[in-house]
């Protein structure tokens, strides 16, 4: 499945074009008969959930910190693009306790690929790269230090995280995507693991999955991965702000209560019952 891809490559050919990101008002989906509640069933840290309409869909639970507290089920959930979902799909991502969907793409992206709404979840975009010439889709290098430098996409990265907060809070999951679910989604995933205290070898073997999900290597920009570009954004980060602590703080403004809410709603302590 090349559909992202093949359209990341369309548009770095229409660089030219001039697009500006319009505000979205959150818009909610309403319910279809849900399926009946389950637990969602973890296997590995960071397992692909298999859906008919992506190939990188996976949860963030399993993951373990250094103080051995572990991701929980049914909070995180990162993707690629939702404009093939299935039927199917709807319900196993109900399976998931969804409640909120993040669109990390620009406004073009959103056009030529528009997701399909989830039933009874809300709908967010936060645009990463939108305030960047339309060549950052595709020149990853500079796109990773964007990540970190640019004040529109910093705003965007705060804003999910502090959505993952609240949601968390409620009980239900955030699901945040992008194209490829590789790059912008990557990054995320990256800064959230970081700030609950997974260490830096787990958070690069996932990033590093999304070659395995996407059949591709670290030589094909539009679908693998490159550890450097992770580590060039994580060095940026600390070059910029002095650290990645101060990143998070000062650059993407979690306070110190954001950040113990993130923990006190995404992990279970060393040795409790999974699950909240």
């Given at each position: 499945?090349?559909?992202?891809?093949?359209?990341l490559?369309?548009?770095?050919?229409?660089?030219?074009?001039?697009?500006?990101?319009?505000?979205?008002?959150?818009?909610?989906?309403?319910?279809?008969?849900?399926?009946?509640?389950?637990?969602?069933?973890?296997?590995?840290?960071?397992?692909?959930?298999?859906?008919?309409g992506?190939?990188?869909?996976?949860?963030?639970?399993?993951?373990?910190?250094?103080?051995?507290?572990?991701?929980?089920?049914?909070?995180?959930?990162?993707?690629?693009?939702?404009?093939?979902?299935?039927?199917?799909?709807f319900?196993?991502?109900?399976?998931?306790?969804?409640?909120?969907?993040?669109?990390?793409?620009?406004?073009?992206?959103?056009?030529?690929q528009?997701?399909?709404?989830?039933?009874?979840?809300?709908?967010?975009?936060?645009?990463?790269?939108?305030?960047?010439?339309?060549?950052?889709?595709v020149?990853?290098?500079?796109?990773?230090?964007?990540?970190?430098?640019?004040?529109?996409?910093?705003?965007?990265?705060?804003?999910?995280?502090?959505?993952?907060?609240?949601?968390?809070?409620?009980?239900?999951?955030?699901?945040?995507?992008?194209?490829?679910?590789?790059?912008?989604?990557?990054?995320?995933?990256?800064?959230?693991?970081?700030?609950?205290?997974?260490d830096?070898?787990q958070?690069?073997?996932?990033?590093?999955a999304?070659?395995t999900y996407?059949?591709?290597?670290?030589?094909?920009?539009?679908?693998?991965?490159?550890i450097d570009?992770?580590?060039?954004?994580?060095?940026?980060?600390?070059?910029?702000?002095?650290?990645?602590?101060n990143?998070?703080?000062?650059?993407?403004?979690?306070?110190?209560?954001?950040?113990?809410?993130?923990?006190?709603?995404?992990?279970d302590?060393?040795?409790?019952?999974?699950?909240?």
């Open positions: 499945m090349r559909r992202s891809a093949t359209m490559g369309a548009m770095a050919a229409a660089a030219a074009i001039v697009t500006t990101p319009v505000a979205l008002t959150a818009t909610t989906t309403p319910a279809l008969a849900a399926p009946a509640a389950t637990q969602s069933s973890v296997t590995q840290a960071g397992a692909r959930i298999a859906l008919d992506t190939e990188n869909t996976r949860t963030l639970a399993g993951f373990r910190t250094t103080d051995g507290s572990v991701v929980r089920a049914n909070r995180v959930l990162r993707s690629d693009d939702l404009s093939t979902l299935s039927p199917a799909d319900a196993r991502l109900q399976e998931q306790r969804l409640g909120v969907v993040v669109d990390l793409r620009t406004g073009l992206e959103r056009t030529l528009p997701d399909k709404a989830v039933p009874d979840t809300r709908a967010e975009w936060f645009d990463v790269l939108g305030a960047l010439p339309l060549t950052s889709l020149d990853l290098s500079s796109s990773y230090r964007a990540f970190v430098t640019d004040p529109a996409a910093r705003a965007a990265f705060g804003a999910t995280l502090h959505t993952i907060e609240a949601t968390a809070a409620d009980g239900r999951a955030v699901l945040y995507h992008c194209s490829a679910g590789k790059d912008r989604t990557g990054w995320t995933t990256a800064v959230l693991l970081t700030i609950l205290g997974v830096r070898e958070v690069e073997a996932d990033f590093l999304s070659n996407r059949n591709a290597s670290p030589a094909d920009p539009l679908n693998g991965v490159d570009w992770l580590r060039t954004a994580f060095r940026t980060a600390d070059a910029t702000f002095g650290s990645f602590d990143y998070v703080r000062d650059g993407l403004g979690l306070t110190a209560s954001d950040i113990d809410s993130l923990r006190t709603e995404l992990l302590p060393a040795g409790a019952p999974a699950g909240k």
